[in-house]
């Protein structure tokens, strides 16, 4: 299957502050996602990354918070805005085609002091 | 509401089976996932269901039944590498094709 490289692979961050993290995969896929992990419990859809269009949030994520892009069917971006604590997550994207498997990134392990 | 079940925790010995059950009730279904993720990693895709019936995959095989909204995962002559977390997910297909929900993760400790 595709590889995502996704980075940064950790970061330290100062609450009020944002963070991008990117995601580059290495083919053209149809789908890709952002999914957030906390501590201790299994992965969430954040949302899906529309190319060329705004992304569709599920609920209890919105788009001032967690601003995405997808520029182009290899590339996506996740915003984490305006950071507090509780955004102290593993953020993951997720590609996809039709006929396979969802594939992911290597997670970006972040913290908010 | 959408709802996957797995047990939090099991542990077995080195060489021995392991059955890992999931039950879900979710409002679409585009298949049954199985993932496994080692601390610290991301997933990675171990099985998929989307007919009733086993899928064998060398020491690993998945079960589906959705009449029942049941699945599970059996590892089979296990080894210390296979402690970790395991994922069950469903696709749904609401409305975007390739969305998952998981599970909360089965962590599974083999011991020597």
């Known amino acids: 299957s595709a590889v995502i490289s996704q980075k940064p692979s950790r970061d330290i961050c100062q609450r009020g502050t944002s963070l991008t993290i990117q995601c580059q995969v290495d083919?053209?896929?149809?789908?890709m996602f952002w999914y957030r992990q906390q501590p201790g419990q299994s992965l969430t859809l954040i949302a899906t990354?529309?190319?060329?269009?705004?992304?569709?949030?599920e609920s209890g994520f919105v788009i001032d918070k967690f601003p995405i892009s997808r520029p182009n069917l290899t590339f996506s971006t996740l915003t984490v805005s305006n950071m507090s604590p509780e955004d102290s997550s593993i953020y993951l994207c997720?590609?996809?085609?039709?006929?396979?498997?969802?594939?992911f990134g290597q997670g970006t392990r972040l913290t908010v002091v | 509401g959408q709802n996957i079940d797995q047990p939090t925790e099991m542990t077995a010995t080195e060489g021995a089976i392991v059955q890992i059950n999931c039950t879900y009730q979710?409002?679409?279904?585009?298949?049954l996932f199985w993932y496994q993720q080692h601390a610290g990693e991301a997933p990675t895709f171990l099985s998929y269901?989307?007919?009733?019936g086993l899928e064998e995959k060398g020491r690993f095989s998945s079960f589906l039944s959705r009449s029942k909204g049941y699945s599970y995962l059996l590892l089979k002559e296990l080894q210390m590498k296979d402690s970790a977390s395991y994922l069950c997910?469903?696709?749904?297909?609401?409305?975007?094709?390739?969305?998952?929900?998981f599970g909360a993760g089965t962590q599974v400790v083999v011991t020597p």
């Open positions: 269901n989307v007919l009733d």
């Open positions: 083919s053209q896929v149809t789908m």
């Open positions: 990354a529309n190319q060329g269009s705004e992304a569709t949030y």
């Open positions: 997910a469903v696709g749904l297909t609401t409305d975007s094709w390739g969305k998952l929900q």
């Open positions: 979710t409002s679409g279904f585009n298949g």
């Open positions: 997720s590609g996809l085609d039709r006929g396979t498997e969802a594939f």
